[in-house]
């Protein structure tokens, strides 16, 4: 059977008069992530699991932050097209699982609207993707609210 799984990692900075998207929802908070793109961490995250679960690379070498291209893009793209390119090698998606790491906001009430924007561009069902999320105990740049981190696995079914 062609099981193939996948691990992607990401970070980003929080700065002050950026806004805060994770999982291709946008959520109230007084700082945002820094980055080329919306610098959304989960969905790059997930990107990179997809990438190398069918061993294409990194998210870096698809949608360089050095192409004006994909200034200030909505991540939301950026996760189509990788589908795009892991079905196109035959791959089908059958789960994804994820963790965000990070001290402020609680994202607690915008978990299931995080799930069904990623269901519906990964074409699973929400119950194929799971988001769970944890503090640092205040500890390190996370603790400090100088960034956050996701990570996602996802296994795919050629
Ligand atoms: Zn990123």
New binding site residues.
């Given amino acids: 059977m062609g099981y193939r799984i996948g691990s992607g990692v990401?970070f980003?900075q929080l700065a002050e008069g950026r806004d805060l998207w994770i999982g291709g929802v946008k959520i109230p908070h007084h700082k945002g992530s820094l980055?080329h793109s919306d610098?959304d961490?989960l969905l790059?995250a997930i990107c990179d699991a997809l990438l190398g679960a069918a061993s294409l690379g990194d998210i870096g070498q698809h949608f360089p932050d050095t192409d004006n291209t994909y200034k200030n893009i909505d991540s939301k793209i950026l996760l189509q097209k990788t589908v795009e390119l892991v079905t196109a090698k035959g791959y089908s998606l059958v789960n994804i699982d994820s963790t965000l790491c990070l001290q402020a906001p609680k994202i607690k009430p915008y978990v299931e609207q995080m799930r069904e924007v990623i269901a519906s561009i990964c074409g699973v069902t929400v119950e194929d993707v799971s988001i769970k999320a944890t503090t640092t105990e205040q500890m390190g740049f996370v603790g400090r609210e100088e960034g956050l981190v996701a990570y996602a696995t996802i296994l795919l079914l050629k």
């Fill in positions: 990401d980003h980055g610098a961490v790059h």
